[in-house]
């Protein structure tokens, strides 16, 4: 595209998020003045970051050739972060302004004392015309900040459709653009004013069943065969523990969402393009604990959770987007799911591994202590056992816990504690670290929590389903951009820049070499405990590719072949950097 490369605002988004990283601030174990901060230079990274990623994917779409699209539409183009070509449910903002000309071009009027006068829908095709799944979400008129689009006054009156669009075969690393019309009105679908089953979801992989309690029960071809039940209720503990360590009061009182007939279910959606039902639970927990922290207060509180579940048009997973308001004190939030005997180990993905563990964390001399197992990669994770992964965005306390009728995986939502560390208090480990102060914040009372994570139910063979895969396009933060009738050097309807196929292989990063304009490096690892071959294909072959490594220094060269290929064998587990010239 000809943009500069951004060093300077990347390495200052960096700054910001190492600073963030220290052991103890990272792990949630600081005075609450620590993580106030913290949660700022998290929201400077993020704005730097947006605003790096915005100028980036603007200055590629004013470079596809749109030539051939009327004078009166638009482009959208949503782009795919990952090296396999992805077919999935993207939601993704879909930005008009009044100031690009489009609502002129297409003889609105906008009213401002009511927009919704004016456009309610949009047409959404393929490039080639062909219909496709989407829907509109939300829609609201706003103005928008664009800091890439010009030095001064980037600010743009925006009408902003919010869009569920079912994304087929978008390229590896590249691009699937789609034509944008003016719609007069919503076309109508049969079950427009209701649906035989609202408490049901089907596509051809998966049938998902919410059950008067709110729990799951899943079928379907995706499972083999199998049916989960009681998959997904909520199960609250005390906690009188610390930002270190959980510990249950003595005497505990655990409180689930089963059997207490407080869950109201609502379909939201039922399009072509996604379904969507939302199960509103009710739990009664004790406020807090008692004063001497041996028992959970007889008083109580209603805590009130939300979870939306959306299965895509053709999604192999059910996405789960959970929202609490905490009203209580000294407690712990689990999301559980039964699932059937599976053996004694269980995988689960860490930074640059998937690893095999034992369900049961063996304790040792009693002078120490081991936590729950956590899942502890940065954006995109994932544990499995048996038929079921649970794919999580951020979220990294799980737990395993045996039965022979039918074992449960925990997923820690929440802990509320009052105190940075244990100190000398007999309820918790000996000698615990950190000092005892107070750290009300941590109690979280009155905050919105908002929590998303996904449910991949499999035959048994997580490698065999793509559970890693799907995994990873859960948390992906999806991006598009919106532009209009132009020329340019990349070819419109679909492109990808880059590559990298073979077993298992997962690219980590693909970025210029530090002070090198010309030269970049591309990162990837194999998940898999057997060799694979990473092959990569670039949409313009590179002048020369060498070994790297993490400092990006240029080793031995890496033969191109004729097709402009270039294939490497990969040991299990094993981090291969590649620097190439283009």
Request: aromatic share 8%.
């Amino acid at each position: 595209t000809g943009l500069a490369y951004p060093e300077g605002l990347i390495h200052t988004a960096w700054k910001w998020l190492l600073r963030n990283h220290p052991h103890d601030s990272i792990g949630g174990c600081s005075v609450d003045a620590v993580h106030r901060q913290m949660e700022t230079r998290f929201e400077w990274a993020g704005e730097i970051a947006a605003c790096v990623t915005g100028r980036s994917l603007h200055a590629i779409s004013e470079n596809i050739d749109t030539g051939s699209l009327d004078e009166k539409d638009a482009a959208l183009v949503v782009f795919n972060p990952f090296n396999w070509e992805v077919s999935d449910l993207v939601e993704v903002d879909l930005d008009l302004s009044v100031e690009e000309g489009w609502f002129k071009r297409n003889d609105f009027d906008i009213n401002y004392a009511n927009p919704f006068f004016s456009i309610r829908h949009l047409n959404i095709t393929g490039w080639d015309g062909s219909p496709v799944k989407y829907h509109i979400v939300d829609t609201r008129f706003l103005v928008v900040h664009r800091p890439w689009m010009e030095p001064f006054g980037p600010t743009y009156q925006t009408a902003r459709f919010r869009v569920a669009l079912w994304a087929e075969r978008v390229p590896p690393l590249g691009y699937r653009t789609y034509r944008i019309s003016k719609a007069l009105k919503r076309n109508r679908l049969p079950n427009r004013h209701g649906t035989a089953a609202p408490h049901i979801m089907r596509n051809e992989h998966l049938t998902v069943e919410v059950m008067p309690n709110g729990t799951l029960t899943v079928s379907g071809p995706a499972l083999g065969g199998g049916v989960l039940r009681n998959l997904h209720y909520f199960e609250d503990d005390g906690d009188n523990g610390d930002g270190y360590t959980y510990s249950p009061p003595r005497f505990d009182a655990v409180v689930t969402s089963l059997g207490n007939g407080k869950a109201q279910i609502t379909r939201l959606l039922d399009e072509p393009a996604v379904q969507a039902i939302a199960v509103d639970y009710t739990l009664d927990v004790p406020a807090a604990v008692t004063p001497d922290r041996q028992h959970r207060a007889p008083e109580t509180v209603p805590l009130n959770v939300r979870s939306v579940f959306r299965l895509g048009a053709h999604s192999r997973r059910v996405d789960v987007e959970t929202t609490v308001t905490n009203t209580a004190k000294d407690h712990r939030l689990r999301v559980c799911f039964e699932v059937p005997p599976s053996g004694d180990t269980h995988d689960a993905e860490m930074p640059f591994d998937v690893v095999t563990r034992s369900n049961r964390t063996v304790q040792p001399d009693e002078r120490a202590w081991i936590e729950d197992m956590p899942l502890e990669r940065a954006q995109q994770m994932f544990m499995t056992y048996g038929p079921l992964a649970i794919a999580n965005h951020g979220l990294p306390e799980y737990e395993v816990v045996e039965s022979p009728v039918a074992p449960v995986v925990k997923l820690t939502l929440l802990r509320a504690v009052n105190y940075l560390g244990a100190g000398p208090h007999p309820n918790t480990i000996i000698g615990g670290a950190g000092p005892m102060f107070e750290t009300p914040e941590q109690q979280m009372l009155g905050r919105t929590l908002v929590f998303r994570y996904s449910i991949i139910p499999h035959a048994g063979d997580w490698r065999a389903a793509g559970v890693q895969r799907e995994s990873h396009q859960h948390a992906a933060l999806w991006h598009a951009m919106v532009t209009y009738r132009h020329g340019g050097a990349l070819p419109a309807g679909s492109h990808g820049f880059l590559r990298v196929s073979g077993e298992g292989i997962v690219v980590s990063a693909l970025k210029q070499v530090e002070e090198m304009a010309g030269h970049y490096v591309v990162r990837f690892w194999n998940s898999g405990d057997a060799p694979s071959q990473a092959c990569l294909s670039w949409c313009r072959v590179p002048a020369a590719v060498w070994m790297s490594n993490l400092a990006e220094e240029q080793g031995a060269p890496v033969e191109i072949g004729l097709d402009g290929e270039c294939c490497i064998e990969v040991k299990p587990k094993q981090i291969v950097t590649l620097r190439f010239a283009m």
